[in-house]
């Protein structure tokens, strides 16, 4: 696989990492909403499981944040992002 492609894979699953963290939930919360075990969400935020676009769409809805936004945005975007609430404190969606 292509490097860049390899990149754009590591800053989606850090990136779902990012949002996790930012609202408090554990890696065992989310692996429960999702019907998997806490060890295989371990590796879709290590970027060692590829995982499909439903996977990816559920763990956004999860996460409340725009799918796009998982995908385009970088660790420091995310960041930004986290300092950009609306007044509810929920992150802002495109």
């Keep these: ?9 590591k ?4 990136n779902i990492r990012k949002v996790r963290e930012y609202r408090d939930y554990t890696q065992e919360y ?3 909403k999702l019907g998997i075990s806490q060890n295989a969400y371990s590796k ?10 439903e996977r990816l ?11 796009i936004t998982l995908i ?3 660790s ?6 986290n300092t950009s609430t609306v007044p ?7």
Aim: charged share 20%.
């Design 11 to 14: 800053t989606v699953a850090a």
């Design 88 to 94: 509810n404190g929920e992150l802002m969606k495109n």
């Design 44 to 53: 879709i935020e290590l970027a060692y499981t590829r995982i499909t676009l």
């Design 76 to 81: 420091e975007d995310l960041l930004k992002l």
């Design 30 to 32: 989310l692996a429960m």
């Design 72 to 74: 385009n945005s970088t």
């Design 1 to 9: 696989m292509n490097v860049a492609v390899e990149t754009r894979i």
């Design 57 to 67: 769409i559920q763990i956004a809805a999860i996460l409340d944040i725009d799918v």
